[in-house]
Nanobody
Framework: QVQLVESGGRLVQDGGSLRLSCAVSGRTFSNYVMAWFRQAPGKEREFVAAISRSGDNTYYGDSVKGRFTISRETALNTAYLQMNSLTPEDTAVYYC?????????????????WGQGTQVTVSS
């Protein structure tokens, strides 16, 4: 079983930055594709970013391209999401997810393991 614990969410002003962390335990971190999704009230869960097992390949949702950066640190069993130039439209609960596969996916149904989520609120 894999456990994922997100941290770093908080209230931030429009134009600010945040870094979210996702600590992974229970299995070999390098075997998992990692991703971030978000869900705002009344909306479906949205793909934000994903990173391959090696960290060499990253993928982003259109709404965050050029502003967010996903990364991973194998020695710490941790994935990160650096978020810059935040806007109120980025307000959501952010979820970390893991997929035991060599193939990166952007569909939430293809991820087996999820964290509990961390709230990010951007004030205008």
């Amino acid at each position: 079983q894999v456990q994922l614990v997100e941290s770093g969410g908080r209230l931030v002003q429009d134009g600010g930055s945040l870094r979210l962390s996702c600590a992974v335990s229970g299995r070999t971190f390098s075997n998992y594709v990692m991703a971030w999704f978000r869900q705002a009230p009344g909306k479906e869960r949205e793909f934000v970013a994903a990173i391959s097992r090696s960290g060499d390949n990253t993928y982003y949702g259109d709404s965050v391209k050029g502003r967010f950066t996903i990364s991973r640190e194998t020695a710490l069993n941790t994935a990160y999401l650096q978020m810059n130039s935040l806007t109120p439209e980025d307000t959501a609960v952010y979820y970390c997810a893991a997929r035991l596969s060599a193939v990166v996916a952007i569909t939430p149904q293809l991820y087996m393991y999820w964290g509990q989520g961390t709230q990010v609120t951007v004030s205008s």
